[in-house]
């Protein structure tokens, strides 16, 4: 007989802490029960990741569950779940054969619950109902939280085995929780006797803490008197804090209370000496087995402990109750030299659940890792560069993963951003988006209104939105165009009269179809639209005008009101929680979609599939929204505040969103991340040192022209972010890691991505000059700097520009630009194919020339985006405002003033808003022909 099988003569069993798949399809483990005594099971994070992560026996079963669309921790699960039934089954005799005290197999809950009763609960039920083998503990922390979900769990017959105990009072507290459970259930007539626990002390940690405090406190030459010598206590903290926690077992489990209990049939909850390999290499290799052998107890052991064991261990006589009395001593002496052994146990507890958390992680990296190498066909890959930032960047990573960033974010913390219970009500209203998957059950609402939509033979759509409301469907149209059968689209943002002429001039009124979007249904240009189509039907007699439109809003707002009143084909009421910028993946972005023909379901099923690699307990630095957002976030912090894009054609619209999304969550409180989107990708001494790199690119759109001057950036320092798209339905994970990222990096430069505070002010502005043009029939024009037959120029007094021409007064303005500043065209006028190659090459010879970043924008668009920035941002802008005089007269009914006054309104409100912010901007002010206009300018300043 061997020395592990003799321990059973003397009461205990002998477990072993470790599983593999590899021991269990070999016959080892079914070996190892039958021959060599082996009695239970246990398993923990590290077990797992040393199991999976150094062996192929998992592989085909990972491929197959990424496959079949199993996000991280469903596929960490399986794994798990399966290697513990299999070695259930095998113990099965065990459990039989000793009417229920042995054969059991530990499977632990996740150690990121430790601190959460009623989630650790939740995951105990889950497991136990998921192994479904009565043989199966299910392994909870004997933390203060786990201590009421252990009895819970106990009291539901779940099997528990207490893990992390340190303390004799942690001990006795879970023996009495035990006891609890019972109770209650023999109370309610309920059976005791097919509930088992074991109760795990852990031991050589207490030794490595006690002894380095001992060490502190060695001194040979110094006389201790009636004191104990430090030393002479060395390597005896965990013997006798064992020794006297099963003292307390014993006292627990005897008397009436207990007999009562063990008379129905209920078994000990026996202690479990865990932690039993020796860490300090001067101790003898069996130093925790030898001492604890005794009745009705359990030592689970490592593979190092079970050779040494095995090859010279001693099994004589049980010894758990020899030199209690010593045991005793040791701790009364360590509170003599001022050491705490409670303090000491507190500390390891939280410890002990870190280097849980440490493991449970790599393997999680891990499978996150190999899930998306599987699914890189279907949600295609994220490289960086990380260039100097490296080091700040890994360092706030870390620390995203310690404050549970993802898991928080998810569970729709409103205090990650800002610690103000006023603010967090409205942030937690904003959060609706991470429940993308919510939308899939929208679809068939969705493609049902769409189907009976071409049925009445429409041929035309046209979505009359700002911002959030339009952003999304324009990247739409732009990208998937429209499917044969489908409504022609078109997206009416820009107040300009010559645009809404422009969409009047491609509809046949009788066969278009209205979509008024408004999340707060009282957007200005929004509604102005809407009254003009709306009367166009009444001034020509089109019958029932409501069959043509359809509002997409909030509940409860002014638009619902009216689309109901009037009848409207059909209202969706979005969600209230997603907030505009972050409502694409809404009825904002999916009606528009399905309308010309897009399959919104793989939309969100891309969508899904990212949330999925975004999902909490991903580590950040494999989190895919999380890494990019930490990315912006601390290169903005470290003053590469321009985030780049380099888009390849397919998603070339992508910008125009992601721009929105950015700059307007970021861009407050004098901080901010510019998006710099349509700029020409030039060479590495083209750039200050102000730039972030992001190229995105259709698989098969992959450019090497732009990735040899992205390699060129790269040796100069630039950090690069590399995406890859598998196809252009990858939108769909693009929204929502764009806005997982976003969110992300305000965490880190330390702003609300859901507010928008400075918005307001150009349009207090605006209104403010509309009821002045109602007043006067006019607005008070400041005299212009420079005057020309096509070109004015405007600008505030105190940039002190001056000159005689409009080239002297714009190069002057233009030198105005620091380092790290950057250029802003703002347009008012239709945007067409040839004024947007006229801005191109005015805005791209201007970054060469002063290497500084440039940007376009249309108003009143750009108000609703990156607006936000420019006046709640750093004072780093040079914005140009262009406008351009019209003839057009188009009234809005009711209003008392036509287009080109609301435009030319929102254009002086601007300025008004950007100079009172002490924002450098000059208006430049084109009559007569406007291509040609343009191209004077162009000429004025090369």
Same mark, same amino acid.
């Given at each position: 007989?061997?020395?592990?099988t003799?321990?059973?003569d003397?009461?205990?069993?002998y477990?072993?802490?470790?599983l593999?798949?590899?021991?269990i399809?070999?016959?080892?483990?079914k070996k190892?029960?039958?021959?060599?005594?082996l009695?239970?099971?246990? %398993?923990n994070?590290?077990i797992?990741?040393k199991a999976?992560?150094?062996?192929?026996?998992?592989?085909?079963?990972i491929e197959?569950?990424?496959?079949?669309?199993k996000?991280?921790?469903?596929?960490?699960?399986?794994l798990?779940?399966k290697?513990?039934?299999?070695?259930?089954?095998?113990?099965?005799d065990?459990y039989?054969?000793?009417?229920?005290v042995d054969?059991?197999v530990s499977?632990?809950?996740?150690?990121?619950l430790?601190?959460?009763?009623?989630?650790?609960?939740? @995951?105990?039920?889950?497991?136990?109902?998921e192994?479904?083998r009565p043989?199966?503990?299910?392994?909870?922390p004997?933390?203060?939280?786990?201590l009421?979900?252990?009895?819970?769990?106990l009291y539901e017959?779940?099997n528990v085995n207490?893990?992390l105990?340190?303390?004799?009072?942690?001990? @006795?507290?879970?023996?009495?929780?035990?006891?609890?459970a019972?109770d209650?259930?023999l109370?309610?007539g309920?059976?005791?006797?097919?509930?088992?626990?074991?109760?795990?002390?852990?031991?050589?940690?207490?030794?490595?803490?006690a002894?380095?405090?001992?060490g502190? !406190?060695?001194?040979?030459?110094k006389?201790?008197?009636?004191?104990?010598?430090?030393?002479?206590?060395?390597g005896?903290?965990?013997i006798?804090?064992?020794?006297?926690?099963?003292k307390?077992?014993?006292k627990?489990?005897s008397?009436?209370?207990?007999?009562?209990?063990?008379?129905?049939?209920?078994?000990?909850?026996?202690?479990?000496?865990?932690s039993? !390999?020796?860490?300090?290499?001067?101790?003898?290799?069996t130093?925790?087995?030898e001492?604890?052998?005794?009745?009705?107890?359990?030592?689970?052991?490592?593979?190092?402990?079970?050779?040494?064991f095995?090859?010279?261990?001693k099994?004589?006589?049980s010894t758990?109750?020899?030199?209690?009395?010593?045991a005793?001593?040791?701790?009364?002496n360590?509170?003599?030299?001022?050491?705490?052994?409670?303090?000491i146990?507190?500390?390891?507890?939280?410890?002990?659940?870190?280097?849980?958390?440490?493991?449970f992680?790599?393997?999680?990296?891990?499978?996150?890792?190999?899930?998306?190498?599987?699914?890189?066909?279907?949600?295609?890959?994220?490289?960086?560069f990380y260039?100097?930032s490296?080091?700040?960047?890994k360092a706030?990573?870390?620390?995203?993963?310690?404050?549970?960033?993802t898991?928080?974010?998810?569970?729709?913390?409103?205090?990650?951003?800002?610690?103000?219970?006023?603010?967090?009500?409205?942030?937690?209203?904003r959060l609706g988006?991470l429940?993308?998957?919510?939308f899939m059950?929208r679809v068939d609402e969705?493609n049902?209104f769409?189907?009976?939509?071409?049925?009445? +033979?429409?041929?035309y759509a046209?979505?009359?939105?700002?911002?959030?409301?339009?952003?999304c469907?324009?990247?739409?149209?732009?990208?998937?165009?429209?499917?044969?059968?489908?409504?022609?689209l078109f997206?009416?943002?820009n107040?300009?009269?010559?645009?809404?002429?422009h969409?009047?001039s491609?509809?046949?009124l009788?066969?278009?179809?209205?979509?008024?979007?408004s999340?707060?249904?009282?957007t200005?240009?929004?509604n102005?639209?809407?009254k003009?189509?709306?009367?166009?039907y009444?001034?020509?007699k089109?019958?029932?005008?409501?069959n043509?439109?359809?509002?997409i809003?909030?509940?409860?707002?002014s638009?619902? !009101?009216?689309?109901?009143?009037?009848?409207?084909?059909?209202?969706?009421t979005n969600p209230?929680?997603?907030?505009?910028?972050?409502?694409?993946?809404?009825?904002? =972005?999916?009606?528009?979609m399905?309308l010309?023909?897009?399959n919104?379901?793989?939309i969100l099923? !891309?969508?899904?599939?990212m949330?999925?690699s975004?999902?909490?307990?991903?580590p950040?630095?494999?989190?895919p929204?999380?890494?990019l957002?930490?990315?912006?976030?601390?290169n903005q912090?470290?003053?590469?505040?321009?985030?780049?894009f380099?888009? %390849?054609?397919?998603? +070339?619209?992508?910008g125009?969103?992601?721009?929105?999304l950015?700059?307007e969550?970021?861009g407050?409180?004098?901080?901010?991340?510019l998006?710099?989107?349509?700029?020409?990708?030039g060479?590495?001494?083209q750039?200050?040192?102000?730039?972030v790199?992001v190229?995105?690119?259709?698989?098969?759109? +992959?450019?090497?022209?732009?990735?040899?001057?992205?390699?060129s950036?790269?040796?100069?320092?630039?950090?690069?972010?590399?995406i890859?798209?598998?196809?252009?339905?990858g939108l769909?994970?693009?929204?929502l890691?764009?806005e997982i990222?976003t969110?992300?990096?305000?965490?880190?430069v330390?702003?609300?991505?859901?507010?928008?505070?400075n918005?307001?002010?150009?349009?207090?502005?605006?209104?403010?000059?509309?009821?002045?043009?109602?007043?006067?029939?006019s607005?008070?024009?400041?005299?212009?700097l420079?005057?020309?037959?096509?070109?004015?120029v405007?600008?505030?007094q105190?940039?002190?520009?001056?000159?005689?021409?409009?080239k002297?007064?714009l190069?002057?303005?233009?030198?105005?630009?620091?380092?790290?500043?950057?250029?802003?065209?703002l347009?008012?006028?239709?945007q067409? %194919?040839?004024?947007?190659k006229q801005?191109?090459?005015?805005?791209?010879?201007?970054?060469?020339?002063?290497k500084?970043a440039?940007?376009?924008?249309?108003?009143?668009r750009?108000l609703?985006?990156?607006?936000?920035?420019h006046?709640?941002?750093?004072?780093k802008?040079?914005?140009?405002l262009?406008t351009?005089?019209?003839?057009?007269?188009?009234e809005l009914?009711?209003s =008392?003033?036509?287009?080109?006054?609301?435009?030319?309104a929102?254009?002086?409100?601007d300025f008004?808003?950007?100079t009172n912010?002490?924002?450098r901007?000059v208006r430049v002010r084109?009559?007569g022909?406007?291509n040609?206009?343009?191209?004077?300018? %162009?000429?004025?300043?090369?």
């Open positions: 007989m061997n020395n592990l003799k321990l059973i003397y009461g205990q069993s477990w072993l802490d470790n593999t798949r590899s021991m399809k070999s016959g080892e483990l190892r029960i039958t021959k060599e005594g009695r239970g099971q246990t %398993s994070p590290a797992f990741y999976i992560s150094e062996s192929s026996d998992y592989n085909k079963q197959k569950l990424a496959k079949e669309g996000s991280v921790l469903e596929i960490y699960d399986t798990t779940i290697d513990v039934q299999d070695a259930c089954d095998l113990f099965k065990v039989k054969s000793s009417n229920g054969g059991y499977l632990e809950v996740s150690p990121y430790a601190h959460d009763t009623e989630e650790t609960l939740s @995951e105990a039920r889950r497991l136990f109902s192994v479904k043989n199966c503990h299910i392994k909870i004997g933390t203060q939280a786990g009421a979900a252990i009895e819970l769990a017959g779940i207490v893990t105990l340190f303390s004799i009072k942690a001990y @006795e507290d879970v023996a009495h929780a035990y006891i609890n019972l209650r259930r109370a309610e309920k059976p005791v006797d097919k509930v088992a626990s074991v109760a795990s002390f852990f031991l050589s940690r207490i030794d490595v803490l002894d380095q405090l001992l502190h !406190s060695i001194n040979p030459t006389d201790f008197g009636d004191l104990p010598r430090p030393e002479h206590l060395l005896k903290s965990a006798a804090s064992a020794k006297l926690a099963y307390s077992f014993l627990i489990f008397g009436e209370r207990w007999e009562k209990l063990a008379s129905a049939g209920a078994k000990v909850q026996r202690p479990l000496w865990a039993t !390999s020796t860490k300090d290499p001067l101790y003898i290799d130093k925790y087995v001492p604890l052998i005794g009745y009705n107890t359990v030592n689970t052991l490592p593979e190092v402990t079970i050779a040494a095995s090859n010279h261990g099994v004589e006589e758990i109750l020899i030199n209690v009395d010593e005793h001593q040791v701790l009364v360590l509170k003599k030299l001022g050491i705490d052994i409670d303090l146990t507190s500390q390891l507890t939280n410890e002990g659940v870190q280097k849980f958390i440490e493991p992680d790599k393997l999680i990296r891990k499978l996150a890792q190999e899930r998306l190498k599987i699914l890189e066909d279907k949600i295609g890959t994220q490289n960086f260039g100097k490296e080091s700040s960047i706030a990573l870390t620390s995203l993963n310690d404050k549970q960033f898991r928080r974010l998810f569970a729709k913390d409103s205090y990650l951003w800002k610690n103000d219970p006023k603010l967090s009500v409205t942030i937690k209203n988006w429940g993308v998957e919510e059950n969705i049902d769409v189907k009976n939509v071409r049925a009445d +033979k429409y041929s046209v979505l009359l939105g700002m911002g959030g409301s339009s952003l469907p324009e990247v739409a149209l732009q990208t998937f165009g429209t499917k044969k059968g489908y409504l022609k997206v009416l943002d107040t300009s009269p010559e645009a809404v002429h969409v009047e491609q509809i046949d009788n066969k278009t179809l209205f979509m008024v979007a999340k707060s249904g009282s200005i240009e929004s102005s639209f809407y003009y189509f709306y009367n166009l009444e001034v020509n089109i019958g029932n005008p409501g043509h439109f359809i509002a809003t909030d509940p409860k707002t638009l619902e !009101s009216e689309a109901r009143s009037k009848n409207f084909r059909y209202v969706f209230e929680d997603y907030g505009g910028r972050y409502s694409a993946l809404s009825f904002f =972005g999916l009606v528009p399905a010309i023909g897009i919104i379901k793989e099923k !891309s969508a899904y599939r949330k999925q975004c999902s909490p307990f991903i950040s630095d494999v989190n929204g999380v890494s957002g930490a990315f912006l976030g601390i912090k470290l003053g590469r505040d321009k985030a780049t380099i888009l %390849s054609p397919s998603i +070339k619209s992508f125009l969103w992601v721009e929105q950015i700059a969550s970021t407050k409180e004098g901080f901010g991340i998006p710099v989107e349509g700029e020409l990708l060479s590495k001494e750039y200050g040192k102000d730039r790199f190229y995105m690119f259709i698989k098969k759109e +992959k450019d090497a022209a732009s990735e040899k001057k992205l390699a950036l790269e040796s100069a320092g630039f950090p690069v972010v590399r890859m798209l598998p196809d252009i339905h769909g994970g693009e929204f890691r764009w990222a969110a992300t990096a305000c965490v880190v330390g702003v609300n991505p859901f507010d928008e505070p918005v307001s002010e150009s349009k207090k502005n605006t209104n403010d000059l509309l009821a002045e043009w109602k007043h006067s029939g607005f008070a024009e400041t005299i212009p420079v005057k020309t037959d096509s070109i004015s405007y600008a505030d105190s940039l002190n520009l001056t000159g005689r021409a409009v002297d007064i190069n002057k303005f233009f030198k105005l630009a620091n380092p790290s500043d950057y250029i802003s065209f347009a008012y006028f239709l067409t %194919s040839d004024r947007e801005l191109q090459a005015i805005r791209n010879q201007l970054s060469k020339k002063y500084t440039t940007t376009i924008g249309y108003g009143p750009y609703h985006s990156t607006g936000q920035l006046k709640g941002g750093p004072n802008g040079l914005y140009v262009l351009a005089d019209t003839e057009l007269k188009i009914p009711g =008392g003033y036509d287009f080109a006054t609301l435009q030319h929102q254009t002086l409100g008004r808003a950007l912010k002490n924002r901007i084109i009559s022909d406007l040609k206009g343009l191209k004077t300018l %162009s000429t004025i300043l090369k």
